[in-house]
């Protein structure tokens, strides 16, 4: 068995003793060898138990006698525990190790669950009066039309791109979009859309290449052009057809994700508090020489 298996074993056999055996009166209701499990011992295994495990315990006897066995057998497995870790030295350091951890996070979490939260209800609106950005953005979104005239990766675009410069100096003096659209988009389908991106997109919008965002968002009023963008795709025409304007979403629809955020700061700040009474103390004596000399042949190792 590895160290880290019989860590575990250890580790999770003397949890069985120490936080259940000592809590509950011995009045027995199980009994092998010596261990025994009382009545309010197993009235709490129980409630432990998931409802399918119940449910299993109520209507089977054979399932019954193999939660029965489980729970026995973390008894003798604890005792084990406290065994081993009398016999063997390392092991016993390896076992208080594991366990210290264990009493740790188990300390934490009572912490943390008694801790009562104050009603954030005020401060959340105070929030969102201060940080409407963060918390009830809506970003400006629009929407576009394009021509695209296709160029695979890597083929030189010299060509293209004076090809597209002149119809968009034709489209800025004048000329039919959904003509051009006709004449000239190398996207399937383009003719029929008549050029529209049917899709209201924010600036950096996930699953738009970057360069078509940016250049729409380059375009001060609707109806007018960008500057020739260049995408993987090839070379677009983007024309500006819409703004939604940038807006916030009310306090209600978001009162939830302030609150909780506000929660989860004061969880941190009191568990930070109350973790610090735990640090060393003005009182606390080191002894520098025997450390540096267990730390000596690590330092050689380097």
Known sequence: MTKKILQKT????????????????????????????????????????TKQMRDVAIADPGDRLELINIALANKKLAAAAEEIARDNSELSRLYRSGLEAYQRNFVLKQARDNIQLPDFSDLAKEQYTVNRDKYAAIPERRISSHILFSVPL??????????????????????????????HSGEPGAAAKEGKFDRWLKFGEVGVTPPYTEGLFTIENVGEYAELVQTQYGVHIIRLDGIQEKD??????????????????????????????????????????????????YAKQE
């Open 154 to 183: 890597g083929d030189p675009r010299d060509d293209v791109l004076a090809q597209a410069q002149v119809v968009l100096d034709e489209l800025r003096a004048g000329a039919d979009f959904v003509a051009m659209v006709e004449m």
């Open 10 to 49: 250890l580790i999770m056999a003397a949890l069985q003793l120490a936080l259940i055996t000592a809590a509950f009166a011995q009045t027995p209701i199980i009994e092998d060898k010596g261990f025994v499990i009382s009545d309010e011992e197993f009235e709490y295994l129980v409630t432990l138990w």
């Open 248 to 297: 916030y979403k009310p306090f209600e629809e978001v009162k939830n994700t302030i609150t909780s955020e506000l929660e989860k700061e004061y969880i941190q700040l009191t568990m930070k508090d109350y973790l610090a009474q735990f640090n060393l103390s003005d009182d606390a004596v080191i002894d520098n020489e025997a450390i540096d000399a267990i730390l000596a042949p």
